[in-house]
């Protein structure tokens, strides 16, 4: 006869356990401590104080960015929703789901894809990236006018070959909102070709992907 568990708590890394985690962060942040949660986006909350100074939340599964200009009255807040899920604090963070953060010493805030996009000219670029000239757009007109070819569909696709284009340009697809958006037509219409493409397609993929990796630093 075989087993069967019942689990009594939600399991890290099962499906609903992020959903989970959220309604129970949910319920301090918006009954207990007066946060606001968006209607437009449901991982974002904040709350106004009586002296017009503000706090923004943005608690995405088990990572959480926080941003004021409330002081006492924020700090409080913080350490309210903090001892009550023994969170770990970073003044400072290095990185916030997968982007790189560079915080001035003046209060601003860089964030970039530096460490994601060379991770993903090695996996993917067929070249060296100093193989490559130095690049100065990701892309050139002749991306757009090489997809209309690629798009008539009068050529064979090897699976093989269609595979890997869709695995670089899916890599590619999560660098724009990672602090990369002035690559973000290119992307697209390289997505557009998920199904059919082509030897220059995947060129202009590769380019793409050097110009990124070349000024990894770049962000917003």
């Given at each position: 006869?075989?087993i ?5 708590k ?6 609903y ?13 918006v ?8 209607e ?15 706090v ?7 990572d959480?960015w ?44 860089k ?12 996996t993917?670029?067929?070249n060296?990236?100093d ?51 002035g ?7 390289l997505?557009r070709?998920?199904?059919?493409p ?23």
């Open positions: 006869m075989p069967v568990w019942k689990l009594l939600p399991l890290y890394g099962e499906a356990a992020g959903r989970t985690w959220h309604r129970t962060a949910k319920k301090p942040l009954q207990v401590q007066g946060s606001t949660q968006s437009f986006d449901p991982c974002y909350f904040y709350k106004k104080y009586s002296d017009g100074h503000c923004d939340l943005v608690l995405y599964v088990d959480c926080m941003a004021d200009t409330g002081g006492a009255q924020a700090d409080n807040d913080l350490r309210l929703f903090r001892n009550r899920f023994k969170l770990t604090l970073q003044d400072k963070p290095k990185q916030f789901l997968g982007m790189n953060i560079d915080m001035g010493d003046d209060g601003s805030v964030i970039s894809a530096s460490a994601y996009v060379k991770a993903e000219a090695e993917y670029l067929p060296m990236l193989e490559y000239p130095l690049y100065d757009a990701p892309s050139t007109p002749q991306l757009v006018k090489d997809y209309e070819i690629a798009a008539r569909k009068e050529h064979y696709v090897d699976p093989i070959f269609q595979k890997n284009y869709q695995s670089k340009v899916g890599a590619l697809i999560y660098a724009p909102p990672c602090g990369r958006p690559e973000t037509f290119a992307i697209d219409i997505a070709a998920l199904t059919f082509t030897a220059a397609m995947d060129e202009h993929a590769n380019r793409v992907l050097a110009y990124m990796a070349q000024n990894a630093d770049e962000g917003i």
